[in-house]
């Protein structure tokens, strides 16, 4: 680091330092911005692609985390931050500042995709199936760079911040479990986020109240009679029965779902006969349904099963319908705390300006940080890292998706910043309508 470098540096972290023991309205609204610098600095960004790398090339499906959660444990270790592990099987609870009241949380997601990475770069997935297709790696490589951030300011916190790496966030529910463990009981608040695609670089996004859809699983069997292709007049053909029941699925959302009450079902998995001459005795079929509203996703499942099983026996065939709930807990819808929000507003602005602040609409993807807002006062965002100059970038969950390594000081000062300034005003104005009375 060059003698001007280092000047700047200490100079920053003196500002910090200052406005963290005596912070006034203005200095609070400068720590966003100072963390940032520090977060950009050649030696902390390099640290953090570095660990996004090594993640990235080495995926685990959810509570399959063992090495990544290892990776995790390792970097705690080095900085400084004393952590519990195992939490919710393969999850990891750090801890940075007082030890005491008032807590705020910082969450990440750990797990990958059952997918196979079509992007050829030099740090392809190494584990053949399996990718993070959906950012996790840059999640826990933001939420290590927080505590980095947090641990070299730790005498400053008004307080502790949890620090939650959690599995199984793709469908495994791993913040159920994470709820459960009781490791987050006096937590007044907890705030996570997400890469996106569709923001650029340095832009951030969310909105008060419902943000994401709450969604379930579903499996079907329909059973028929077998036979052989030729002669379908003695079978009685459950791929075709399958069919229909595909088709009016559809119709539950376009006919019966109220057009400005968001509803989707997708049939994403169809398995029956290897061969193509034989009827097979039984097809499954396979998918997903969301909607915004606890009313509306308990009424599309019922239709759900009544649309398989009704639609099934008009063709003569028997059908089953699993919603996968002990494997895979339904989501609740994402709903962001109203005054969190308005907090979560003014830090980001702090950070970014105006400018790079958008209210989104509610989307029709599912979180199960949603379970970590059932229990306590909650907020989720977006963080952009579309580079405007280049092509866009594929959607999550696609062999294709990439991060650009660029926003992980972004994610990683607004965590920092986040805690710190939620821990700060808790401490010096305890009547907040966001702060919980009693922790």
Same mark, same amino acid.
């Given at each position: 680091m060059s003698f001007c470098k280092l000047v700047s540096f200490v100079l920053i972290l003196h500002l910090l330092n200052s406005c963290l023991i005596s912070c006034s309205s203005n200095e609070l609204s400068q720590i966003p911005k100072k963390f940032l610098s520090l977060a950009k600095r050649d030696d902390f960004f390099d640290w953090m692609v570095g660990i996004r790398r090594r993640i990235h090339e080495n995926p685990e499906l959810g509570y399959e985390e063992v090495e990544t959660s290892k990776l995790v444990r390792t970097e705690l270790e080095k900085i400084g931050v004393s952590y519990k592990y195992p939490v919710a099987v393969t999850g990891v609870i750090g801890y940075v500042g007082t030890g005491h009241a008032p807590f705020v949380a910082l969450r990440a997601d750990m797990d990958a995709l059952p997918i196979q990475e079509m992007v050829e770069w030099e740090h392809k997935s190494k584990i053949p199936g399996k990718m993070h297709a959906c950012g996790h790696d840059a999640h826990t490589t933001m939420l290590l760079g927080a505590a980095k951030l947090l641990k070299e300011h730790q005498e400053e916190l008004q307080g502790t911040v949890i620090l939650v790496f959690q599995p199984a966030e793709e469908g495994g529910a791993g913040a159920k479990k994470i709820v459960e463990a009781g490791v987050l009981e006096n937590v007044g608040a907890i705030f996570g986020l997400h890469v996106s695609n569709l923001l650029g670089l340095g832009q951030v996004s969310s909105r008060e109240g419902l943000l994401m859809a709450g969604s379930g699983r579903f499996k079907a069997t329909i059973s028929g009679k077998g036979g052989h292709a030729a002669l379908p007049q003695f079978a009685i053909d459950?791929?075709?029965?399958?069919?229909?029941?595909?088709?009016?699925?559809?119709?539950?959302?376009? =006919? %019966?779902?109220?057009?400005?009450?968001?509803?989707?079902?997708?049939?994403?998995?169809?398995?029956?006969?290897?061969?193509?001459?034989?009827?097979?005795?039984?097809?499954?079929?396979?998918?997903?349904? =969301?909607? $915004?509203?606890?009313?509306?996703?308990?009424? $599309?499942?019922? =239709?759900? %099963?009544?649309?398989? #099983?009704?639609?099934?026996?008009?063709?003569?065939?028997n059908a089953t319908v699993d919603f996968l709930e002990d494997e895979t807990p339904p989501f609740p819808p994402t709903v962001n705390d109203k005054a969190l929000h308005l907090f979560y507003e003014n830090v980001s602005v702090d950070m970014l300006g105006i400018e790079n602040y958008a209210e989104t609409l509610p989307v029709m993807v599912s979180e199960d940080f949603a379970f970590y807002q059932e229990a306590m006062p909650g907020h989720f965002s977006f963080v952009g890292m579309q580079?405007?100059?280049?092509?866009?970038?594929?959607?999550?969950?696609?062999?294709?998706?990439?991060?650009?390594?660029?926003?992980?000081?972004?994610?990683?000062?607004?965590?920092?910043?986040?805690? #710190?300034?939620?821990?700060? %005003?808790?401490?010096?104005?305890?009547?907040?309508?966001?702060?919980?009375?009693?922790?």
């Amino acid at each position: 680091m060059s003698f001007c470098k280092l000047v700047s540096f200490v100079l920053i972290l003196h500002l910090l330092n200052s406005c963290l023991i005596s912070c006034s309205s203005n200095e609070l609204s400068q720590i966003p911005k100072k963390f940032l610098s520090l977060a950009k600095r050649d030696d902390f960004f390099d640290w953090m692609v570095g660990i996004r790398r090594r993640i990235h090339e080495n995926p685990e499906l959810g509570y399959e985390e063992v090495e990544t959660s290892k990776l995790v444990r390792t970097e705690l270790e080095k900085i400084g931050v004393s952590y519990k592990y195992p939490v919710a099987v393969t999850g990891v609870i750090g801890y940075v500042g007082t030890g005491h009241a008032p807590f705020v949380a910082l969450r990440a997601d750990m797990d990958a995709l059952p997918i196979q990475e079509m992007v050829e770069w030099e740090h392809k997935s190494k584990i053949p199936g399996k990718m993070h297709a959906c950012g996790h790696d840059a999640h826990t490589t933001m939420l290590l760079g927080a505590a980095k951030l947090l641990k070299e300011h730790q005498e400053e916190l008004q307080g502790t911040v949890i620090l939650v790496f959690q599995p199984a966030e793709e469908g495994g529910a791993g913040a159920k479990k994470i709820v459960e463990a009781g490791v987050l009981e006096n937590v007044g608040a907890i705030f996570g986020l997400h890469v996106s695609n569709l923001l650029g670089l340095g832009q951030v996004s969310s909105r008060e109240g419902l943000l994401m859809a709450g969604s379930g699983r579903f499996k079907a069997t329909i059973s028929g009679k077998g036979g052989h292709a030729a002669l379908p007049q003695f079978a009685i053909d459950p791929v075709l029965a399958a069919s229909n029941v595909i088709l009016s699925l559809q119709h539950l959302v376009s =006919r %019966e779902a109220d057009p400005l009450d968001s509803q989707v079902v997708t049939v994403a998995k169809f398995e029956g006969s290897d061969a193509f001459n034989v009827i097979p005795d039984s097809v499954t079929i396979g998918g997903t349904f =969301r909607a $915004l509203s606890p009313k509306s996703f308990e009424q $599309l499942k019922q =239709r759900i %099963e009544q649309v398989i #099983t009704t639609q099934a026996s008009v063709n003569m065939c028997n059908a089953t319908v699993d919603f996968l709930e002990d494997e895979t807990p339904p989501f609740p819808p994402t709903v962001n705390d109203k005054a969190l929000h308005l907090f979560y507003e003014n830090v980001s602005v702090d950070m970014l300006g105006i400018e790079n602040y958008a209210e989104t609409l509610p989307v029709m993807v599912s979180e199960d940080f949603a379970f970590y807002q059932e229990a306590m006062p909650g907020h989720f965002s977006f963080v952009g890292m579309q580079n405007k100059s280049h092509s866009p970038m594929a959607n999550p969950h696609s062999p294709y998706f990439e991060v650009n390594e660029e926003l992980l000081p972004y994610g990683a000062s607004l965590l920092a910043s986040l805690a #710190t300034r939620y821990l700060l %005003e808790s401490s010096s104005s305890p009547n907040k309508s966001y702060i919980k009375d009693e922790l």
